[in-house]
Each structure stands twice: as C-alpha cells, then as structure tokens.
C-alpha cells in the first residue's frame, strides 16, 4: 500500500510568486492534515480535512494560504503571495477514522518551501 | 493550553550507548503521546506511542512509558546504534476525536561509531 506522498519535494520560490503544494493521502483515508515545521521550530498544526469538509483550519496563520481537498482524494495548499516567513517543511498527514482519537496520522516525506 | 516540551538537543552519543531524550507535556484531560521519528531525507514515522496512563510503547528498542503524575514521556534505549540517527519528535492529541498532534520542537539524534 501506497504511503503518504507530496509533491513537489523543494520548491525555491521569491517574494510575491506563488506556489501550489499537493498532497496524495493514504487510500481510503477520510483524515488529512496539514502541519508547517519552521526552521528550528515546533511542527504546527495548519488544518484538518474530513473528506472534503474543513474541520478544523484554526492554525492556517492568514489569508494567503488556501487549502481545498477536491472530492475528498488529494489535497493542494497554495501560497499566494509567498512571504519570506513561509519558508520552512510542510507536512502533510492522513488517518483513517475520525472516530477515535487514537488513530494513527502517517506522515508524507514533505515539501521544503523556500521563499527568497 | 496543551503543549509538549523536549530537551534540545543536539544529543550526540556513541554506538552502544544508553539513550534518554526528556519529554513533558502540558495538557486538560487525558492525551494520548506519541514519538515520531524524521530520518535524513525522510517524512515523520510513527516509533511508539502511549494512550492511557502507564502504558509503555515500545518499538525497534525504544521504550516510552506514560506517566501521569509527573505529565512526562520519556524516549529511552539502551544501545543506540548510528541508523538511530535522526531527529526525534515528541507528540501529543488531546482526549478529542480527530484532533491535531501537538509538538514538541524535535531533538536531533546524532550517534557516532
């Protein structure tokens, strides 16, 4: 069975452009999160699909961020217009049931974003 | 609020030596924890994990045991070899259905033959 996967894995990008990244979650996996590891910092929560609904998007740090998972499958995060504090590792995450909170969350290998 | 600290590393060791990395959490209610673990050029893998007081998670000769009266998941092994190098993060979800995991900054791992 297919991991986690993200695409792209580095992306340099400068001031002001935009970048889209995907995520690819475990097959028949209801739960997708995205996490942001700044450098030297803690990995924090950005949000948190079920299927296709926003459950929880408390941690996207402001508008210039849109996430949106099409049809409950893969999801995009996209950064527009990209700032030089957005560089860091997105992760992205999925499980599979939303029943119980002791469901394991099974990380891709993330996407190193680097704003210049 | 919940929260998790880890002790900062980095931790460089040698082969074969006994390995602790401190992790104490903040939190209302009952968490469950967790250790994740970032290999180079690797994603976030899931090493133990722990979901109810005294509990030990234990995988690949880790060990972490949940104490609760100390609010504390330490990662123990005790001979570490140098594939154990790797960053190593400590994790919580508060007691809620679908809930984000809470992390601490990671500890680096650095073991040397």
């Known amino acids: 069975e297919a991991g986690v996967t993200q695409f792209p894995s580095h992306s340099v990008i400068e001031k002001g452009q935009t970048v889209t990244l995907r995520c690819d979650p475990i097959s028949g996996h209801d739960n997708l999160y995205w996490y942001r590891r700044v450098m030297g910092k803690e990995i924090k929560f950005l949000l948190h699909f079920v299927k296709e609904s926003k459950q929880d998007e408390s941690g996207m740090p402001n508008n210039r961020f849109l996430a949106e998972r099409t049809g409950g499958t893969y999801s995009t995060l996209k950064v527009q217009p990209a700032e030089l504090e957005d560089s860091g590792v997105y992760f992205c995450?999925?499980?599979?049931?939303?029943?119980?909170?002791?469901?394991?969350?099974?990380f891709g290998p993330g996407t190193r974003l680097l704003v210049l | 609020g919940n929260s998790v600290t880890q002790m900062e590393g980095p931790v460089t060791l040698s082969e074969e030596a006994f390995l602790t990395i401190n992790c104490t959490y903040t939190?209302?209610?009952?968490?469950?924890l967790f250790w994740y673990v970032q290999y180079p050029g690797e994603g976030l893998q899931l090493l133990l994990k722990a979901t109810k007081a005294d509990d030990k998670g234990s995988n690949k000769g880790f060990e972490a045991t949940y104490r609760k009266e100390t609010t504390s998941f330490h990662l123990e092994k005790g001979s570490v070899q140098v594939s154990d190098s790797a960053v190593y993060f400590c994790a919580l979800t508060p007691n809620q259905a679908g809930t984000a995991l809470i992390f601490g900054k990671g500890t680096t791992l650095s073991v040397s033959s």
């Open positions: 939190a209302t209610g009952y968490p469950s």
């Open positions: 995450a999925s499980s599979q049931d939303f029943a119980t909170w002791e469901e394991t969350q099974y």
